[in-house]
């Protein structure tokens, strides 16, 4: 079974500041199916990047996807107050299906 | 515009089953390629996925859940239904569906999701 490991747990910055968020498979996986979510408190999850590095509609360009095998990188390049949420990477895999990882809490420092 | 809202019970009883509703607009899941897939998360966790349903009926369970999930559609009303036999607390937290296009990527739209506790 596929499993999708974030890292690091929770990332702690000041608005401004470059993010990068990590998400591991623990075997090598398509790019094809990988995605990235937001979530804010009390929100659902929000789409921002499929295909590991094609920003879904109306997502800014700060943020970038790239990433092949297993290892892929979620980063923000400049920090706004409204990039502080939870990310999620998700994988699909036909065997197991759709597979979350844990999530990487950004904060504010 | 695509939305979807889910609605359901928000208190079960252990060993009932629970019953999910997921209503959306903008889309028809008449159409091909179309689908939508019900996550959960239990309070403070990650996401979990637990079924998905396709515009050609096509559905896939997660499968430690699958004996005791059922996703059907009514293109009708534009609903799908998530029935979970069997529950029990561990199956506490807030239920989302969310519309996809084609197997196997990503969920593009969601509803706000819908709290469920299962407590005696």
């Known amino acids: 079974e596929i499993v999708l490991t974030q890292s690091p747990g929770t990332l702690s910055l000041s608005p401004g500041e470059r993010a990068t968020l990590s998400c591991r498979a623990s075997q090598s996986i398509s790019a094809n199916y990988l995605a990235w979510y937001q979530q804010k408190p009390g929100q659902a999850p929000r789409l921002l990047m499929n295909g590991a590095s094609n920003w879904a509609p109306g997502i800014p360009g700060r943020f970038s996807g790239s990433g092949s095998g297993t290892d892929f990188t979620l980063t923000i390049s400049s920090l706004e107050p409204e990039d502080f949420a939870v990310y999620y990477c998700q994988h699909y895999d036909d065997s197991f299906m759709y597979i979350f990882g844990q999530g990487t809490k950004l904060e504010i420092k | ?120």
């Open chain 2, 1 to 120: 515009q695509i939305t979807l809202k889910e609605s359901g019970p928000t208190l079960v009883t252990p060993t009932q089953t629970l019953t999910l509703t997921c209503t959306f607009s903008g889309f028809s899941l008449t159409t091909s390629g179309v689908g939508v897939g019900w996550i959960r998360q239990p309070p403070g966790k990650t996401l979990e996925w637990l079924a998905v349903i396709y515009w050609n009926d096509d559905d896939r369970y997660k499968p430690s859940l699958r004996s005791r999930l059922a996703i059907t559609k009514d293109t009708s009303k534009n609903q799908v239904v998530l029935t979970m036999t069997n529950v029990h607390p561990v199956d506490t937290g807030t239920y989302f569906c969310a519309h996809v296009v084609g197997l196997g990527y990503a969920f593009d739209f969601w509803g706000p999701g819908t709290r469920v506790s299962v407590t005696s």
